[in-house]
Every structure is written in C-alpha cells, then in structure tokens.
C-alpha cells in the first residue's frame, strides 16, 4: 500500500505570495493533521481535518487555512507568506480513534526569498 | 509551543552500546509516542505507550511512561549506525493533535 505521499517535495516563493501544499492519506484513513517543522526544532501542529471537518487547530495565524476533500486528500494554503514560513510542512495520517499512531509524509519543504 | 522536552539534546555512542532518551511532558495524556526521523525525512513512528501502561517493548526498543513523573524514556539497546537520527516524543491529550518534543540527535559511530 502507498504511504502518505506529498506534493511537491520543494517549493520556493517570494514574500507576500501564497501557496497550495497537498497531501494523500493512507487508503482507508480519514485523519489528516498538518505540522511545521522548523530546522533544529520538533513538528509544531497547525491542523487536524477529519470527514472534512476541523477536528483541532494550533498556534498559527489566520494565514494558514487548510481543507479536507471528499476523498480524504488535504490541502494546506499559506497567504502573505513571510519569511518566517520557511520550514519543512509535514502532512500525517491515521485511522480514526484515539491512540492510533500518525504515519508521516516525507514533507514539503517551503523556502520564502 | 512544544509540550515535551528531550533529554539529551544530542548524543553520541559507540556501535552496540545501549543507547537511552528521555522525555518529560506538561500535562495529562492518553498516550505518547516515539518517533524516528532520517535527516530531511518524514517522521517515523516507532512505539505508543497508553497512559495506563508502564513498559513497552519492541525489537530493541523499550519505553518506559510515569505519568506521576510525567516523563518517558526510550531505550535502544545494541546500537547500529542505521539508527543514527533525530527521536522525538509526542502526547496525545485528547484534543484531537499530537505535541512533539524538541528531540534528542543521535548518532552512532561505526
């Protein structure tokens, strides 16, 4: 079975533009949560979607929005992108329920000139 | 903010030693997590641990979770030069998202 794929693996924008980051689940789950990870430091949560509905949100500003489609696919779109966006975005997957395991993408890495 | 915290920030073995890092968290959880990540790589998930559960045990890997302490350690024991990596710790609180450690960086010298 495919694992979490993402796309594009490497993206470089300017200040100020915005940017679409996609994301496929594992078939079969319905979990998508989104992650920033900045060099040198742990994944900090941006969103969790489930069945297409928020499900939990962090610390990011209203820049960052995301959706979930009907297929369980993701997106994550950053507006007025700022210098300090530049990070690796990392997408997971699990299975519904408490205490399953997320299942990580290789992440898109996102560099703002 | 990052809830967990590592400890050590870095580490440095010998190939076959035993390899242990810590984690210490801020507040309740259903479980933790230890997860593996390969430079520039995605995450890797390794091992959870329930919060009504003490020891867990997988391959060389052991964890250990004391809520009363609220820390976590996982051990690697027999170290090879493949587990070179960054580990990190994550709790699940019950709101629906995971809060990652700093990460500890090992490396295991061939």
């Known amino acids: 079975d495919a694992g979490v794929t993402q796309s594009p693996t490497h993206l470089i924008k300017t200040r100020g533009q915005h940017v679409t980051l996609r994301c496929s689940p594992i078939?079969?789950?319905?979990?998508v949560s989104w992650y920033q990870q900045v060099l040198g430091q742990g994944p900090q949560f941006i969103f969790q979607?489930?069945?297409?509905?928020?499900?939990g949100r962090g610390n990011f500003p209203d820049r960052f929005s995301a959706r979930q489609f009907p297929n369980y696919s993701s997106e994550l779109n950053v507006n007025a992108l700022l210098l300090g966006d530049s990070a690796l975005y990392l997408c997971?997957?699990?299975?519904?329920?408490?205490?399953?395991?997320?299942?990580f993408g290789d992440g898109t890495r996102l560099s703002i000139l | 903010s990052q809830q967990g915290e590592e400890d050590p920030q870095a580490l440095s073995i010998q190939e076959g030693e035993n390899a242990t890092m810590n984690c210490s968290y801020k507040?309740?959880?259903?479980?933790l997590q230890w997860y593996r990540q390969n430079s520039g790589r995605g995450l890797v998930h390794l091992i959870l641990?329930?919060?009504?559960?003490r020891e867990k045990h997988s391959g060389r890997l052991r964890v250990t979770l004391d809520t009363s302490k609220k820390s976590s350690s996982l051990l690697i024991t027999a170290s090879r030069a493949a587990d070179t990596a960054s580990y990190f710790c994550?709790?699940?609180?019950?709101?629906?998202?995971?809060?990652f450690g700093t990460g500890t960086r090992l490396k295991v010298l061939a």
């Open positions: 997971a997957s699990s299975s519904q329920g408490y205490n399953q395991p997320q299942h």
């Open positions: 078939s079969g789950h319905k979990s």
């Open positions: 979607y489930y069945e297409k509905e928020e499900r």
């Open positions: 507040t309740s959880i259903n479980n």
């Open positions: 641990i329930r919060s009504n559960e």
């Open positions: 994550a709790t699940e609180g019950g709101t629906y998202k995971y809060i």
